[in-house]
């Protein structure tokens, strides 16, 4: 059978098509010519404004400011770090030629910026009244991607980067924690995502941290993806770029820093966390339409509704609502309704020539009406922005309950090896592990699965390796899943 030019592959049958189909038809995004690249057209960079500006008004509210520095970095500084630089060569990119010349000395272009800025804080922190220094920069970094997807893995991509120093190891940890429940809120708050908080495995960690945190969500097909990271690492920075203070005693000490980082991933995250069989379903708060008005009618009729249409949506918007009229008069109203279901659009409000007459507009929601079955409901024209605006923070609530409900439903804890194995093909399975680099490669190559954090709500157990048999690590159970 043909496939309607507009839906999508259903999820069952291949999600990883879904996917595609989604991003592109939703026009979301568009191919780079550089593989790996991609263009974020004004649909999908609007998502990404709305989860920026919530996370940017939580990072200026707690003291950080912004800054910005350089996207080329000397390739000496990549290698003052062992572990960092030994973590990244893989993915860099590096400038050997400018100005139509062989450069003296081979520029980096960031795939994150601790060095760059290590050696500015180096600079400017001397005393232990410069400290805390609490910096933050939005901007985009490079790192090669052998198996690009949009949004999930691209070679450019689009981050903030927190990056604080501190006197003691003590503040740098709760800073750590601080950004971390950043992450957190948007994600569960504006994301309307079930992620859950924890630490990550020491083979998991950023390459020169001492402990890395992580969010991390699940998507509609079991998987995990991880949605933003938070790091503490001690003093191997500061050793690394002497960032060092003057204490009150008068002692040089070395500071303590963090770093912590979410980027256009994110967007990712959110639409495999809620898009269905119909394409994407997009929470209210990151929606760039909450509302989409359909008008109806033809000739004369035409005219008054997209007046009455015009009129609802200055309404809604004067009431803080982002509406949006479609009156592309090529298009019948079915192929509307069908594009922005496709769309994700929240909430859909159509007006006809009776709708008009009757003082009403006809409302569907993306999910329907689970209660009533109902496919549309009528709502009074003049009381429009409270019952929108109630409706929507609804829709938001029931994405979020919906996402925790299907986490919940596909997690096991498990203890033993087939629960496991069964757990993993379709979820995620808390198990008890070793630890042991061996074990989790025998794990990985077995099922895929990778541990994907240590959550920090999990209780004291201890007990048997899943695996092996040996004795547990970590004190708790671990998330195992198999990941983006
Ligand atoms: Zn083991």
């Given amino acids: 059978m043909a496939r309607d030019e507009r839906s999508v592959t259903p999820q069952s049958e291949d999600f990883s098509a879904w996917y595609n189909d989604v991003v592109f038809r939703a026009e979301l995004v568009d191919r780079g010519p550089v593989r790996g690249s991609m263009v974020i057209r004004p649909y999908g960079y609007r998502i990404w404004e709305l989860l920026q500006a919530d996370l940017d008004r939580r990072i200026k509210e707690t003291g950080h400011q912004n800054a910005y520095f350089p996207l080329l970095i000397p390739q000496s500084y990549m290698e003052r770090e062992a572990e960092h630089v030994e973590g990244f060569a893989p993915e860099l990119f590096t400038v050997t030629r400018a100005g139509g010349k062989e450069l003296d000395e081979p520029l980096v272009i960031r795939p994150t910026s601790e060095t760059i800025i290590g050696e500015m804080m180096a600079k400017w922190i001397s005393s232990h009244r410069d400290l805390p220094l609490l910096l933050n920069q939005w901007g985009n970094v490079l790192r090669w991607e052998m198996r690009p997807r949009m949004f999930l893995r691209t070679s450019e991509f689009l981050w903030q980067e927190g990056h604080t120093a501190h006197a003691t190891a003590a503040d740098a940890t709760a800073e750590t924690m601080l950004a971390l429940g950043f992450y957190q809120d948007v994600a569960v708050q504006v994301a309307a995502m079930a992620t859950v908080p924890g630490e990550k495995t020491p083979r998991e960690r950023f390459a020169g941290a001492e402990r890395t945190f992580t969010i991390e969500g699940m998507m509609r097909d079991g998987r995990a993806l991880q949605a933003g990271t938070s790091h503490f ?88 609502i982002r509406t949006h009229v479609d009156d592309r008069p090529q298009l019948s109203p079915g192929f509307k309704f069908n594009d922005w279901e496709m769309r994700g659009v929240p909430i859909r409000l159509e007006i006809g020539p009776r709708d008009l007459a009757a003082g009403t507009a006809l409302m569907s929601r993306r999910l329907g009406y689970p209660q009533s079955g109902a496919a549309k409901e009528a709502i009074p024209l003049d009381l429009a922005p409270d019952l929108l605006a109630a409706e929507l923070a609804a829709f938001q609530a029931q994405l979020a309950q919906r996402a925790a409900d299907f986490r919940a439903d596909h997690t096991a804890v498990v203890n033993s090896w087939p629960e496991f194995a069964a757990a993993v093909a379709s979820g995620w399975a808390l198990a008890l592990q070793c630890g042991e680099q061996a074990c989790e490669d025998e794990i990985k190559a077995e099922t895929t699965a990778t541990p994907r954090c240590i959550p920090l709500e999990g209780e004291a157990e201890q007990g048997r390796c899943i695996r092996c048999g040996k004795p547990s690590a970590y004190g708790k159970r671990v998330i195992f899943a198999r990941a983006y």
């Fill in 233 to 320: 690492m001690g003093t191997n920075f500061a050793a690394a770029f002497g960032i060092t203070y003057t204490s009150e005693g008068g002692t040089a000490e070395f500071c303590h820093t963090t770093s912590w980082g979410m980027s256009t991933r994110m967007v990712g995250g959110l639409i495999m966390t809620h898009g269905d069989d119909k394409g994407l379903v997009l929470p209210p708060a990151v929606a760039p339409y909450q509302v989409v008005i359909v008008p109806i009618g033809r000739d004369e009729q035409a005219e008054t509704t997209l007046a009455a249409a015009k009129d609802l949506a200055a309404a809604l918007r004067r009431a803080g």
